[in-house]
């Protein structure tokens, strides 16, 4: 077996400007005098994304989570209204769900692509049910259509938690042209980034207004608050690392696809493992790369790190098994979404990824199955 790599390889590495054209940009932010509040850099990066994402209304905040609080506090329900969602997914969709005052009720997910199971949301609705929040996991896109007419059927919202599918498309149209809202995080661990991060993208204007006057503390000029908000603004400085990854990330985007071409060339033949692809109709974001293992994935966890490799079992545990929620899903509820965490493991994924590093990567992958399995 090959000796460890001499520096740590880790799940991923943020995309990072050019030093000399963050050190103009830094010039001009001081030359502006203008650091925060919606300064000239926020206004030139919610122009760009809009042209990215589709032309919507979209408005910047300061990190995903707010993002994710602002579109939920933007539809106006009732409190303790129940929103349906998935627990296979990072603590802030849960989290946000729960910090605006609402209910999250977990539904399971359908095992091919980890999104939510329409047949399941069915299940899950009651009278107190008002919204759908669903994520589009590994930027794999949710079944839109399907959660589209459950929501026009039962008269309900429909956000989209996109943190993972920055770019992607379905049938050509952008991902941010699907339910009231989709929300965006930029954290310095995803395909774009703005260090910290995220946006909401919606074609309501009435919500738009909301989620603009959320992010400023209710603010709606000098003299009125009109609503209670919070300080969800971005900087200038995050917004200038924006501006400058928006210029390369479709060259990290194409080289991802290189490293998926070798880690799906590498591992495909290995009879243990599952590589879940994305639909023909998709462009895909390519935010992660998960393969799922039944019986070794733990073994392999841990023996690669002794290798300096680090993957994660993303997502392990479920949501729904952490202290907050464990009231909300008995143990023997959720199988799929159970089973995801069991056997779901994402490898080191990013366009700084040398060719031959994945390819040991994988070949590290399938000795340790290999071994394991006779």
């Known amino acids: 077996m090959m000796p460890a790599f001499s520096h740590p390889i880790f799940i991923t590495k943020p995309m990072l400007p050019p030093l000399s054209q963050l050190s103009s940009g830094m010039e001009r932010v001081y030359q502006s005098g203008n650091v925060t509040n919606m300064g000239p850099m926020h206004q030139e990066l919610e122009l760009e994304l809009r042209a990215v994402l589709g032309g919507h209304n ?74 759908i929040l669903a994520v589009h996991v590994y930027g794999f896109p949710c079944r839109l259509d399907e959660l589209a007419a459950i929501a026009a059927e039962h008269d309900l919202r429909l956000i ?41 993208s919606t074609g309501s204007l009435e919500r738009y207004d909301r989620l603009k006057n959320y992010r400023n503390f209710g603010i709606i000029d000098e003299d009125t608050v009109d609503s209670v908000g919070l300080n969800g603004k971005m900087s200038e400085v995050h917004a200038l690392f924006g501006l400058l990854n928006l210029r390369t990330y479709q060259q990290e985007l194409s080289r991802r696809r290189d490293v998926r071409a070798i880690y799906t060339e590498e591992l495909s033949p290995v009879r243990q493992v599952h590589i879940p692809d994305y639909p023909a109709c998709v462009g895909g974001s390519y935010q992660y790369f998960p393969i799922r293992i039944e019986q070794f994935r733990d073994v392999i966890y841990h023996e690669l790190k002794r290798f300096n490799v680090f993957s994660r079992r993303y997502f392990y545990p479920l949501i729904a098994d952490f202290k907050p929620y464990r009231h909300l899903a008995p143990l023997d509820s959720l199988p799929e979404a159970r089973k995801a965490a069991q056997d779901v493991l994402c490898l080191p994924f990013y366009g700084d990824l040398a060719d031959g590093t994945a390819r040991s990567i994988a070949h590290l992958v399938r000795s340790i199955i290999d071994r394991h399995a006779r």
Request: glycine share 6%.
């Open 58 to 131: 979209l408005v910047l905040y300061n990190n995903g989570t707010i993002a994710l609080m602002a579109a939920l506090q933007a539809l106006d329900l009732p409190p303790g209204s129940e929103v349906i969602t998935t627990p296979f997914s990072f603590a802030a969709t849960t989290h946000s769900i729960k910090a605006v005052g609402l209910q999250p009720v977990f539904a399971d997910i359908e095992p091919e692509h980890l999104t939510l199971d329409p047949v399941e949301v069915r299940k899950k609705i009651t009278d107190r049910t008002r919204c």
């Open 160 to 200: 989209y938690d996109a943190a993972h599918a920055f770019a992607a498309t379905v049938g050509g149209r952008s991902i941010a042209d699907f339910g009231d809202a989709s929300v965006f995080s930029f954290h310095a661990t995803k395909l774009f980034n703005t260090i910290e991060g995220g946006a909401v």
